[in-house]
């Protein structure tokens, strides 16, 4: 949290003179593939094992928390301990549990084994973000953090392939070799497990040091610039409606952020597609997140071409009417006879580069709008904890709403849970000149 780091005594950040191509790629990576495995690799797990969508999203979606939370603790990490230090810790830690997950699968008692694990999991990869990203801003200067930052996203993104590709093609690949799904997911999870060992040896070999610990003396003087920064985030100019903003913008997204992968994977009987693992991980995984990063960077061009207040709307309709998607692909579906997988692959790649592209106007309103003051870091971090905490009722409520209503019903409410969306965009306020 840089505006806290201000008040040290050491607080002139020298940057490290180790080279950031050693470790920025290897760092981001490992950033990825354990909040991969949370959100998206656990839940296709918990699908191929027979649990039902609504007790996948409501046992999963709470785990998310974790990263929401991160503000909270990060100002105490430097207290006793380097960045390195945790950095390195966390992913043997994340190592470990993924090893525990995988020795649990046998259990009759797993699921809830593995929730616990999950939650681990969770805090841990949220310590390991924290410490990446101090990492890279104490040890990169302003020019290297410019020229290695679509490396970071890239690298970033690397990971998710690994555990939503690898992971689950692993576990697919060895179910079609006739491997039974329990054990196909032992092997699956021991191998991330080890990733993330080899990812800790490497970093203990060229992560560079960093900022030194905070000495105890200065420790109450950045927990005071902590509450002083939330206090100044509070008595902005129109706070509240920039948080509606904030909350609201991605109310139907939410939906299906963890649904309509279950959607993807679920039998054709109960009205889903019925993709096989090594299908899924193809698309779900690898175009998914290409097509994820294309539509990213269209729409921070679209939006710094024409400023974000004349294109905000746009971006939100880019965002939501892709959703009609997987209405076409759930009434395709709901006689029991799937479309074809080029067409299934086509309607994915449509609403995700709908999202990506839609999604910027989220970031950059955060950005330009909140952050803007005395802790512009700090309250650009209280501002996306706050988006990703509102994600969590709506995806906890997915599964059960789709149990309930089935695929084709369910899709058509996401499209009318996209209209405050929609409202929030043409209402914002936007206190700051662009």
Same mark, same amino acid.
């Given at each position: 949290m840089p505006d806290a780091a201000a008040l040290h005594s050491s607080s002139v950040v020298r940057p490290s003179r180790s080279r950031p191509g050693t470790w920025v790629p290897t760092a981001y990576l490992a950033e990825g593939i354990p909040y991969a495995m949370v959100i998206w690799c656990a839940g296709t797990m918990f699908k191929d094992m027979g649990h039902s969508d609504g007790e996948i999203t409501l046992a999963t979606a709470t785990v998310g928390i974790a990263w929401s939370l991160k503000p909270l603790w990060a100002i105490f990490l430097d207290i006793y301990r380097t960045k390195r230090f945790f950095v390195i810790a966390m992913e043997l830690?994340?190592?470990?549990?993924?090893?525990?997950?995988?020795?649990?699968?046998?259990?009759?008692?797993? =699921?809830?084994? $593995?929730? $616990?694990?999950?939650?681990? /999991?969770?805090f841990a990869s949220a310590t390991q973000d924290i410490c990446v990203d101090g990492l890279y801003i104490t040890s990169l200067d302003l020019h290297q953090q410019s020229r290695w930052m679509g490396v970071q996203g890239m690298c970033w993104n690397v990971g998710r392939i690994f555990a939503t590709a690898v992971v689950v093609g692993v576990a697919g690949t060895l179910q079609r070799g006739g491997t039974d799904p329990t054990e196909a997911w032992m092997y699956a999870m021991a191998m991330a497990g080890v990733a993330m060992v080899m990812l800790a040896i490497y970093h203990r070999l060229v992560l560079p040091i960093g900022v030194p610990a905070v000495r105890t003396a200065e420790t109450r003087a950045v927990i005071e610039t902590f509450v002083d920064a939330v206090r100044a985030f509070f008595r902005k100019d129109a706070i509240w409606g920039m948080l509606l903003f904030v909350f609201l913008y991605r109310a139907g997204e939410g939906f299906l952020l963890v649904e309509a992968?279950? =959607?993807?994977?679920?039998?054709?009987?109960?009205?889903?597609?019925?993709?096989?693992?090594?299908? #899924?991980?193809?698309?779900?995984?690898?175009?998914?997140?290409?097509?994820? $990063?294309?539509?990213?960077?269209?729409?921070?061009? =679209?939006?710094?071409?024409?400023? /974000?207040? #004349?294109? /905000?709307?746009?971006?939100? /309709?880019?965002?939501?009417?892709?959703? $009609?998607?997987f209405v076409v692909l759930s009434q395709l579906a709901a006689d029991g006879n799937p479309p074809p997988l080029w067409s299934i692959y086509v309607l994915v790649s449509i609403e995700k580069l709908g999202y990506s592209f839609g999604f910027i106007g989220n970031m950059l309103y955060m950005m330009q709008q909140i952050a803007p003051g005395a802790y512009k870091m700090t309250h650009y971090a209280f501002s996306t904890a706050l988006m990703n905490l509102v994600l969590v009722p709506t995806q906890m409520a997915s599964g059960p709403l789709a149990d309930w209503l089935g695929y084709r019903s369910f899709f058509v409410f996401v499209m009318i849970a996209s209209i405050p969306s929609l409202w929030v965009a043409w209402r914002a306020p936007f206190p700051h000149r662009e």
């Open positions: 830690l994340i190592a470990v549990v993924l090893g525990g997950i995988a020795l649990a699968l046998p259990l009759p008692n797993y =699921f809830q084994i $593995v929730i $616990v694990g999950l939650w681990v /999991l969770a992968p279950l =959607f993807l994977q679920a039998p054709v009987a109960e009205g889903g597609l019925g993709l096989a693992l090594a299908q #899924k991980s193809m698309l779900d995984g690898t175009v998914s997140t290409l097509v994820s $990063v294309i539509g990213g960077l269209l729409g921070g061009a =679209f939006a710094a071409r024409y400023g /974000l207040r #004349k294109v /905000l709307i746009v971006l939100a /309709l880019a965002m939501n009417v892709p959703h $009609v998607c």
